[in-house]
């Protein structure tokens, strides 16, 4: 049998608005209540745009492809940052969700409420946000995740240790060259000394040609067919027994414009592999509980799925984005001590990743792709309009 772990990560930050020197301490506009309309940091015209053009046109796909066929099978994440938006703003998603979820097909994945770094300044709130991520899911989708991913992919041996002893059957990683050397990302792994829990490591290059260079004219291989996708395919498997496709749910309508034929590539590989001989799609799960792992596999530095790097430098690289991280994370007794959950919430919410993603300076291999995702108009931007939320949230929490 030949297994395809197809695992998509929807997700949208609450961005911080523009927010004033002279708005801290004055008791104003919360700080995701953005007063321009069409302004790239309001979050409630970006959910509902992005819903528009990749929610609900990709989850009808998906529910098409599940009611044509009925071996196919995906897994997905969905922090609560989201669905509280989605609650707002477009129900109906959460409704889309609801349904893929009732097929027993889509095996939604753990992470964090927050879709936060917790994990590398606080243990206790990680967590806690693991925790309330986990009610969250129960609530709305009446399971319980079984399987683990970190914000950004960011894991390290610590973390599969911790996933082992919070009860986790295994987690996801970026299978980066540097890391796997010779071996392929197309087995399962096991965490050094906790061998009953797995890695599902992701096959970049194969997850890139769709996620990244599928719109690029530029690429020698363009334009990517479904033919062409599936001998590809069919290659990794020479030597393997999964191939591990992980991207963003956006890449679909959003990050690629459906007048690429993203949407129409993506559904004729589905069925073209599938009218394969002994072809078929697993939930991360089946893959973890149908292949046994052939080795542990160490990863003592943190490895994520940014950049030529693969490292936390897109998120903590420069003197801003510690500050800020550092900064937030400081304030953690005093806001918890105040027991006020509207401020408690606004101070989980500026853990998101996205907020230090924004301050990102590297402008050399990796620049164009962090400008591309950012709603300020530059770094420096993003950071004062953060610290300003920060000083609000310190004043607010001295003044209770």
């Known amino acids: ?32 209540s953005e007063p321009d309309k069409y302004a790239k940091c309001n979050n409630e015209f970006i959910l509902r745009k992005v819903a528009e053009k ?33 609650a707002l703003w477009a129900p109906d998603v959460i409704k889309d969700f609801q349904a893929l979820s009732a097929t027993g097909r889509m095996e939604i994945v753990s992470e964090t409420y927050y879709h936060s770094l917790a994990f590398f300044y606080d243990r206790e709130e990680f967590e806690a946000q693991v925790k309330l991520h986990r009610d969250k899911i129960k609530e709305v989708f009446g399971v319980k995740p079984m399987v683990f991913r970190n914000t950004e992919l960011a894991y390290n041996d610590e973390i599969g240790i911790w996933a082992s002893d919070f009860g986790f059957k ?15 990302p197309g087995y399962v792994y096991s965490v050094p000394g906790c061998e009953g829990t797995g890695l599902l490591l992701k096959n970049y290059r194969l997850s890139d040609d769709i996620a990244f260079r ?34 963003d749910y956006e890449t679909f309508g959003e990050n690629i414009w459906a007048d690429t034929g993203i949407f129409s590539f993506f559904e004729k590989f589905v069925e073209l592999w599938l009218g394969g001989y002994e072809n078929r799609f697993v939930t991360v799960s089946e893959a973890l509980e149908e292949n046994k792992p052939v080795a ?12 030529t790097e693969r490292d936390l430098t ?15 994370y400081e304030l953690k007794d005093s806001v918890l001590q ?63």
């Open 170 to 184: 295994g987690v996801l990683a970026e299978g980066w060259d540097g890391v796997l050397d010779w071996r392929s």
């Open 54 to 86: 990749s929610f609900r046109p990709m989850n009808k796909l998906l529910l098409r492809l599940m009611d044509r066929h009925p071996e196919f099978k995906f897994s997905l994440s969905i922090p609560g940052t989201l669905l509280d938006q989605l």
């Open 314 to 328: 897109a998120w903590l690289g420069n003197k801003m984005q510690q500050e800020a991280m550092r900064t937030a």
């Open 1 to 32: 049998m030949r297994s395809i772990t197809l695992y998509l990560h929807v997700h949208q930050p609450w961005r911080v608005r523009r927010y004033s020197i002279f708005d801290v301490g004055a008791g104003g506009p919360d700080y995701w």
């Open 338 to 400: 105040t027991a006020d959950q509207q401020l408690i919430e606004d101070w989980r919410r500026l853990q998101t990743s996205d907020h230090p993603y924004y301050m990102c300076t590297k402008w050399f291999s990796d620049g164009d792709v962090h400008a591309y995702f950012s709603p300020y108009d530059s770094p420096y931007d993003a950071f004062l309009y953060y610290m300003n939320a920060l000083r609000d949230l310190r004043y607010r929490a001295e003044h209770r």
């Open 296 to 307: 542990p596999l160490s990863m003592p530095d943190t490895v994520s799925w940014a950049d």
């Open 214 to 247: 599928f719109p690029d004219r530029g690429w020698k291989e363009w334009p990517l067919t479904a033919e062409k996708y599936l001998k590809w395919m069919e290659d990794a498997f020479i030597d393997c027994p999964l191939v591990n496709l992980f991207m």
